[in-house]
């Protein structure tokens, strides 16, 4: 999966980590391909994850600074994500990854990005202007 100018929110940050979420799709389209064995998708599902848990915990303390009212309605959307990933895992536990893992995760990851973030940006980007936000 290769970054798309439509996913960009135009938080710096928040853009940087997308990209990042994308770099791990990639490597499971690579390990499909591959057909890694189930140790090497089972630690890249950890190594994504810890990151998105990370990227997830970043946006919402950005969101609390803001104030954004939509914060409890994402923080629900993140964790419906991380289900899904984590559903995606289960399915992926035997030894030889499905083949639409990669595309499972694109559409979770992609549908998030183009929807519950883009909303927070725009709200984000009316109260401070582009420029202001890293």
């Given amino acids: 999966m290769e970054w798309k100018t439509e996913y960009a929110t135009g938080i710096r940050n928040i853009d940087a980590h997308h990209r990042k979420l994308m770099e791990f799709i990639a490597l499971f389209e690579n390990a499909v391909q591959h057909n890694a064995p189930g140790n090497e998708v ?44 984590e559903q995606l895992e289960q399915r992926a536990a035997g030894d030889i ?31 401070y202007g582009q420029a202001s936000l890293p």
């Fill in 42 to 85: 089972r630690a890249l599902f950890q190594r994504t994850k810890t990151f998105l848990q990370f990227h997830f915990d970043v946006e919402e303390a950005l969101m609390r600074l803001v104030p954004y009212p939509g914060l409890d309605a994402h923080r629900t959307e993140h964790q419906q994500v991380l289900s899904q990933i």
């Fill in 97 to 127: 990854a499905p083949n639409d893992l990669a595309a499972s995760m694109q559409a979770c990851l992609a549908d998030h990005i183009a929807a519950g973030d883009r909303l927070f940006a725009q709200y984000a980007h009316r109260l």
